[in-house]
């Protein structure tokens, strides 16, 4: 059996109290494509909640994007959906468990592109 970084106990997956999709789009190019997914989301998953519009860098996001915050219960339907239906953005995936930066990095899932993450915005636990 592989051992876990740093041979760390494996973590409860009840830490997880939701989890955020980071929808990056281009202002000028792509935010278009942004908008339909936003709205076929809405329609699609109401229980979502859809963050606001952040066309100016916000927090560790490199890019411009829109969060969306959904329940651990919504996992096995929404995430599927998204990685059909994203039109070529860009997603982060990741979970919340309290630790930010281990959420944004070790814990997250990327749906397109990879982009290099401003981490220097959390504190590392």
């Known amino acids: 059996?592989?051992?876990r970084p740093g041979n760390a106990p494996p973590s409860d997956i009840s830490a997880i109290t939701q989890y955020h999709a980071h929808i990056?789009?281009?202002?000028?190019?792509?935010?278009?494509?942004?908008e339909q997914l936003r709205e076929r989301v809405a329609r699609e998953f109401p229980i979502a909640k859809l963050g606001r519009w952040h066309d100016e860098l916000v927090g560790p996001h490199p890019q411009s994007m829109y969060q969306i915050a959904f329940?651990?219960?919504?996992?096995?339907?929404f995430v599927p959906w998204l990685m059909l239906?994203?039109?070529g953005l860009t997603i982060l995936l990741h979970p919340e468990t309290g630790d930010n930066y281990t959420d944004h990095t070790a814990h997250a899932a990327w749906f397109g592109a990879v982009l290099p993450l401003?981490?220097?915005?959390?504190?590392?636990n």
């Open 1 to 3: 059996m592989a051992q």
């Open 24 to 34: 990056y789009y281009d202002p000028a190019t792509s935010r278009g494509r942004a």
């Open 71 to 77: 329940s651990p219960q919504m996992l096995e339907k």
């Open 85 to 87: 239906n994203r039109d």
């Open 118 to 124: 401003r981490l220097d915005v959390f504190k590392k």
